[in-house]
Nanobody, 114 residues
Framework: QVQLVESGGGLVQPGGSLRLSCVAS????????MTWYRQAPGKERELVAS????????NYADSVKGRFTISRDNAKNTVYLQMNDLRLEDTAVYYC???????WGQGTQVSVSS
């Protein structure tokens, strides 16, 4: 069964940090680009960051460049999103996705509030 399970979300104050994890199962994780998306209330889902299968190349939305870092551990079938200097506008449900397989995780809520 192909599955992605996110974790690590929560409530944090502005300027704080969180690290999201996404554990993959049921497919050859190390062969695929992985992507993090987010969807804020009333807004469309947007791409946050992506990482190629080796981890050599990464890509970020302009809104998170310099604050978020995507990484992966192929031995653990896991992709991470380190989020620093969080802002109110980062509040959203965060999803990981295997682009080529079209598989989404269930999402994890990140709330930034003072």
């Amino acid at each position: 069964q192909v599955q992605l399970v996110e974790s690590g979300g929560g409530l944090v104050q502005p300027g704080g940090s969180l690290r999201l994890s996404c554990v993959a199962s049921g497919f050859s994780f190390s062969s695929y680009t992985m992507t993090w998306y987010r969807q804020a209330p009333g807004k469309e889902r947007e791409l946050v960051a992506s990482i190629t299968y080796t981890g050599r190349y990464t890509n970020y939305a302009d809104s998170v460049k310099g604050r978020f870092t995507i990484s992966r551990d192929n031995a653990k079938n896991t992709v991470y999103l380190q989020m620093n200097d969080l802002r109110l506008e980062d509040t959203a449900v965060y999803y990981c996705k295997c682009e080529s397989r079209g598989v989404w995780g269930q999402g994890t809520q990140v709330s930034v509030s003072s």
